[in-house]
């Protein structure tokens, strides 16, 4: 079973394009300082390394 990774929204989605906002709510980020505990895919990786400038991550 892969590791879990927390990842936190630290800053506002307003303004920014649909595709980064569909990202956020895919991985269930829909508040500021929201926390939620994802496991450790490629895929997810992959959602976070589009958002790395909206959130922040814990291993």
Known sequence: MPGMIKITLVKSMNGRPEKHRMVLRGMGLTKM???????????????????????????
């Open 33 to 59: 300082n929201k926390t939620v505990e994802l496991e450790d895919t490629p895929s997810i990786r992959g959602m976070v390394n589009k958002v790395t400038h909206l959130v922040k991550v814990e291993v």
